[in-house]
């Protein structure tokens, strides 16, 4: 909140970030507000987002569809209008194939893949009015890489690259923009809470900071500047694309095949 930005490309727009209370999603919602966006929080439990006139705290579950219709009523009744979704309340899955009954495939695919459409079938009314639409999707590394023990993250990470460039193509003539960000592993609570799992924390963290091509995690901040760039007129040619943030992680090989 108490950041300053001298790049106001968001002055004058209205964004909603779902997810918008943790980790990513709060960092996303801090720099369009640093750029001179107004934007609503959409989260499961949004107590923790700051009470201001630039910002809306709204409760919503993406897998409920009453819910999102409601939040993007409140959005278009407070500040009148909608030009930015961010689409980046997602959750987590461990295991194989072999883990996994159907209704855990459900429940996952609900909330990380339908729950995006949910948001973006709400909010596109009002986006077809807006002069500089925008969607950015997150999605995750584990679109794009074979991640062992993560096949319904997967599964469902790749299914929002591909949602995001067939939307992309859906609505470009209408003048909405839809792209993608693929943040490689950030330091996140989520991560906070999967490294507080080893016995040593303080050694998986070291170890997994390692592991990365620059040497440490992603921070929220660089995934919110790559959204901000992908939902900001200054991006207005790009569209359909998934943008890495990961360090290198997706495209670099740092050895010889
Ligand atoms: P986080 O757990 O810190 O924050 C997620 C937020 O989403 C929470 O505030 C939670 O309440 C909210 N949320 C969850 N389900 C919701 C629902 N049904 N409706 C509304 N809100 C809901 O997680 P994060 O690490 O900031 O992850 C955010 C996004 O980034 C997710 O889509 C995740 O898949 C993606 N991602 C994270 C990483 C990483 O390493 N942290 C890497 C790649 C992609």
């Given at each position: 909140m108490s950041r300053q930005n001298d790049i106001r490309d968001f002055d004058g727009l209205v964004a909603i970030v779902t997810g918008g209370a943790s980790g990513i999603g709060a960092a996303i919602a801090d720099e369009l507000r640093a750029r001179g966006a107004k934007v609503a929080a959409l989260d499961l439990d949004p107590s923790s987002v700051p009470a201001d006139e630039q910002t809306l705290a709204v409760r919503c579950d993406v897998g409920d569809d009453a819910s999102v219709r409601a939040a993007i009523s409140e959005v278009v009744a407070t500040w009148g209008g909608l030009d930015v979704v961010v689409n980046n309340a997602g959750i987590g899955a461990q295991?194989?194939?072999?883990?996994?009954?159907?209704?855990?495939?459900?429940?996952?695919?609900?909330?990380?893949?339908?729950?995006?459409?949910?948001?973006?079938?709400?909010?596109?009314?009002?986006?077809?009015?807006?002069?500089?639409?925008?969607?950015?999707?997150?999605?995750s590394i584990a679109a794009t890489a074979g991640l062992p023990d993560r096949v319904l993250y997967s599964a469902s990470k790749g299914a929002v690259h591909?949602?995001?460039?067939?939307?992309?193509?859906?609505?470009?003539?209408?003048?909405?923009?839809?792209?993608?960000?693929?943040?490689?592993?950030?330091?996140?609570?989520?991560?906070?809470?999967?490294?507080?799992?080893a016995d040593d924390p303080a050694a998986e963290r070291a170890a997994l900071n390692a592991r990365q091509p620059h040497g440490r995690l992603v921070s929220a901040d660089e995934v919110a500047g790559a959204v901000a760039y992908l939902a900001s007129p200054l991006s207005g040619s790009t569209t359909g694309v998934a943008l890495a943030v990961d360090g290198g992680m997706q495209n670099l090989r740092l050895r010889p095949l």
């Amino acid at each position: 909140m108490s950041r300053q930005n001298d790049i106001r490309d968001f002055d004058g727009l209205v964004a909603i970030v779902t997810g918008g209370a943790s980790g990513i999603g709060a960092a996303i919602a801090d720099e369009l507000r640093a750029r001179g966006a107004k934007v609503a929080a959409l989260d499961l439990d949004p107590s923790s987002v700051p009470a201001d006139e630039q910002t809306l705290a709204v409760r919503c579950d993406v897998g409920d569809d009453a819910s999102v219709r409601a939040a993007i009523s409140e959005v278009v009744a407070t500040w009148g209008g909608l030009d930015v979704v961010v689409n980046n309340a997602g959750i987590g899955a461990q295991g194989t194939v072999a883990d996994n009954p159907d209704d855990e495939w459900a429940r996952v695919l609900d909330a990380n893949v339908v729950g995006m459409a949910r948001v973006a079938r709400a909010a596109l009314p009002h986006l077809r009015r807006s002069e500089h639409a925008a969607i950015v999707n997150t999605g995750s590394i584990a679109a794009t890489a074979g991640l062992p023990d993560r096949v319904l993250y997967s599964a469902s990470k790749g299914a929002v690259h591909a949602m995001t460039r067939a939307m992309a193509a859906d609505h470009i003539r209408e003048g909405i923009r839809v792209n993608a960000v693929s943040p490689g592993t950030a330091d996140t609570p989520w991560i906070g809470r999967l490294l507080d799992r080893a016995d040593d924390p303080a050694a998986e963290r070291a170890a997994l900071n390692a592991r990365q091509p620059h040497g440490r995690l992603v921070s929220a901040d660089e995934v919110a500047g790559a959204v901000a760039y992908l939902a900001s007129p200054l991006s207005g040619s790009t569209t359909g694309v998934a943008l890495a943030v990961d360090g290198g992680m997706q495209n670099l090989r740092l050895r010889p095949l």
